[in-house]
């Protein structure tokens, strides 16, 4: 935290507004961590705007899911729902298709929590294909194990053994 903390003033002085949306992202990230999520919250929502200054749309679109992630931890799924909404087009838009997978995959759990059953396996099937179409095996066993998580949970058990 130290580091990231002693970083701040240094681009505050260069008026590195990128530079220092990325620390406050990553505050964030640490903050939630370690389960500080009013303090996360405030490290997200003070990059936002810096973000937007700098032009920078794939980082307000990490810091939108990183919200969506902490909401979605409170149980807030309508305030998570919208932050996933909101950063999936700006990953489109940047052309990161892991980034949307791992919203695809976030918004999977958002409607499992729901018991949206239907959802949650098309949200999942969706990160999936792209997971498959960026040869990323940690994405793609991340999914299967959700979908297997999902299959059990309705008792599909040689559903969840494919």
């Known amino acids: 935290r130290q580091h990231f903390e002693n970083a701040l003033p240094l681009y505050e002085a260069n008026c590195d507004q990128l530079g220092k949306a990325n620390v406050l992202q990553s505050l964030g990230d640490l903050e939630l961590r370690l389960d500080n999520v009013d303090l996360a919250r405030q490290h997200f929502e003070n990059a936002l705007p810096l973000y937007e200054v700098a ?30 909404e909101n950063a999936l087009p700006l990953y489109e838009a940047a052309c990161d298709q892991l980034g949307k997978a791992q919203v695809l995959l976030s918004l999977g759990d958002l409607e499992c929590r729901l018991d949206n059953v239907d959802l949650a396996r098309q949200h999942f099937e969706n990160a999936l294909n792209l997971f498959e179409a960026a040869c990323d095996k940690l994405g793609k066993g991340n999914v299967l194990h959700r979908l297997g998580d999902l299959e059990l949970s309705l008792n599909n058990v040689d559903a969840a053994r494919q």
């Not at 307000?60 to 979605?72: F, P, R």
């Open 55 to 84: 032009s920078f749309q794939l980082g307000k679109a990490n810091v939108l899911h990183s919200l969506g992630d902490l909401e979605l931890r409170l149980g807030n799924v309508d305030l998570a729902r919208q932050h996933f």
